[in-house]
């Protein structure tokens, strides 16, 4: 079946340094992905739609400058969190569709410290 | 910080017994859903879908039920098991062509031995 891989699972970082996280469809070309937040005992908040070769389409409120999204190939799409933050921190899950229909990233845990 | 979260509604279930988890969902144009089950740590996982023009499908153990006259969706799992304990969301399509998904907020199966 289809799979996604995340990288990395999770990652501390310092206030003010920026963290990518990559999102690579294994077996499947994905023209687009989906980057989703979600905080503790939240649902998944969508932030933003990749689409490859073009600019990601950002939901409302979700800054495009904090949150950084390229998808440059048909199989990976890198959301980069610049200048993180404490209040960044947070579980980021990416996914992909194919034609099996959408498949998930495992996550990546952000802490900010 | 971190935010403070709502807290996710939970069921609790005896082994054995039948779960039923439900989900209410916003915009009447959707007309593709999709429940997922989400383990700690993890990224979400598909369990089973539906299209609008559906009210029932089944699948291993599961079954989804959809209403669209009060926009209610229902997940039904059979013979609930110790692995079955997870977060389950379901997620709507919003449709106009778009591949959007909005998340609900989440449901807590808690399966007692």
């Known amino acids: 079946g289809a799979v996604v891989s995340q990288h990395p699972s999770w990652v501390i970082c310092k206030s003010g340094t920026s963290v990518k996280i990559e999102c690579r469809s294994l077996d499947f070309q994905a023209t687009t992905m989906f980057w989703y937040r979600q905080f503790p005992k939240q649902s998944l908040m969508l932030m933003a739609t990749?689409?490859?070769?073009?600019?990601?389409?950002?939901e409302q409120g979700v800054e495009k400058d904090k949150f950084l999204i390229n998808h440059a190939s048909l199989t990976l799409s890198t959301l980069t969190v610049t200048s993180a933050h404490p209040e960044d921190s947070s579980f980021y899950i990416c996914?992909?569709?194919?034609?099996?229909?959408?498949?998930f990233g495992s996550g990546t845990r952000l802490t900010v410290v | 910080g971190e935010s403070v979260g709502l807290h996710l509604p939970t069921l609790s279930v005896q082994e054995g017994d039948n779960s039923i988890i439900n989900c209410a969902y916003s915009n009447s144009a959707s007309d593709y859903f999709i429940w997922y089950k989400q383990e700690s740590g993890k990224g979400p996982q598909f369990i089973i879908d539906i299209r609008s023009n559906m009210d029932k499908r089944q699948g291993q153990r599961v079954t989804v039920l959809l209403n669209k006259t009060v926009k209610h969706l229902s997940l039904q799992i059979a013979a609930t098991q110790p692995g079955d304990s997870a977060v389950y969301f379901c997620a709507e399509n919003i449709g106009g062509g778009t591949y959007k998904y909005i998340f609900g907020t989440g449901t807590r199966l808690k399966v007692l031995a």
């Open positions: 990749s689409n490859e070769g073009s600019k990601a389409t950002y």
């Open positions: 996914s992909a569709r194919g034609r099996e229909g959408y498949t």
